[in-house]
């Protein structure tokens, strides 16, 4: 079997969930699909929403050393050129002659030679592929071209006209906004370093070969932060930061076990960056980058000082030193928090029964549905006094109605999205006022009086 068929099989089990339960459709699906890109279904939607609300929550709002930002995904094209964008975001691309399939070039290297590419120029990566005898995983020839470098930038035409002159590109990073505004952030908000600015937005990269459900894809989110340091605060402002991403790890309830730290060697550092490290998550298919940690010294702002001839400085207000600040960038993928979150989340649980449940154990912070609530029966009088408990709770948490199927249908259909509590309303409600509140991990049942529900799943819910 070839490693991408073990790459599909690892995540068929999630992939189809995602599409039966409304959480991801592949794109463009009534016209045949449209490689590599996905629709974000109802609950898809509301879990990416839930991700980024409590992102923004955790690293702008609850704190006094960061403000937001949303920038444009089109900038001025010489911004690309001064960010090293247009000369260097590239990867090396590689083409069987026998049967025409493309590759990344360092990824064919280490799927079939099991070794780092990493860092390894085009050339370099030619005399690999062909002093290996490398064959083609798709049709087994030993025919490649050579490698060559392939930019990964998308671009589009501006005005009515099509010359090279007024080509735009659709930023790959959502970072290089935050710099172009640098200064007006400084001049119009009072910002004292150390300072970081946040931003979650669409970042687009024309993968050669992307894959992996949501994992590399081309169109998909950022939230990224570039936070403003004098340069000796370097290392500490660094470890700071790379706490905060694993403790934001545990809050959103990723494995502990599962994300790891991986520091890249000095010789494979991106042409901007002075140390790395990524936080790496197991997925089904390998350990691969969830989160990247990068000290991009002051190699941004002032290049675009240069390219803009704009100052790009900050005084200090005691010292009154000016210097250009560094800057620590703390950088998330939402498609792939969203795809480690629902591989740590998925179990299939044998039953005492012998019957096995697929439930989605997510922590109730990002669950799309907090609660569900069903009557017992479609009928009067129970489908009023549910209908009257779910207004109430509807106007606090995404909850969902269901009255359709047995109950125990109903719990199952709730597992599968990670409800963390169902309700149901019976005879007993009629009668003393009280509801049956279901655990989704335990599936132990207990009766909560409808006065006390609220504040009762408040608690369970901040868990
Ligand atoms: P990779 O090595 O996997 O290509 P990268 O190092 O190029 O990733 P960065 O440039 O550091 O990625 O991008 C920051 C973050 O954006 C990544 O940590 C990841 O979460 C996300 N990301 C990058 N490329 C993609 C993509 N093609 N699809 C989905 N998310 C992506």
Redesign the pocket.
Known sequence: MSHAQTIQDSLKPIVALCKRRGFIYPGSEIYGGFANTYSFGPYGAELKKNIKDLWWKTFVRSRRDMVGLDGPILLHPKAWLASGHLEGFNDALIDCKACKSRFRCDHLIEEVLGEDADGLSVEEMTAKVRGQHVKCPKCGAQDFTDARHFNLMFHTHMSKTSSDGDIAYLRP?TAQAIFLDYKNIVDTMRVKIPFGVAQIGKAF?N?IT?GNF?????E?E?MEIEYFIHENAWEKVFDEWLQAMHKWCELIGLKKSRVHEKEHPKEQLSHYSKRTV?LVYDFPFGR?????LAYRTDFDLKRHAEYSCTKLEYTDPETREKFVPHVIEP???V??TLLALLCDAYEEEQLENGETRTVLRFAPCIAPVKVAVFPLMKKEPLAGKAEEIFAQLQAIWACEYDESGAIGKRYRRQDELGTPYCITIDFDTLENDTVTLRDRDSMKQERVTVKDLVSVLSEKLSR
């Open positions: 990073e990269r993968e992307p949501v994992f590399r894809v081309i998909f950022q990524d691969s980058e969830l989160y990247g950088t998330f993928g498609e792939r």
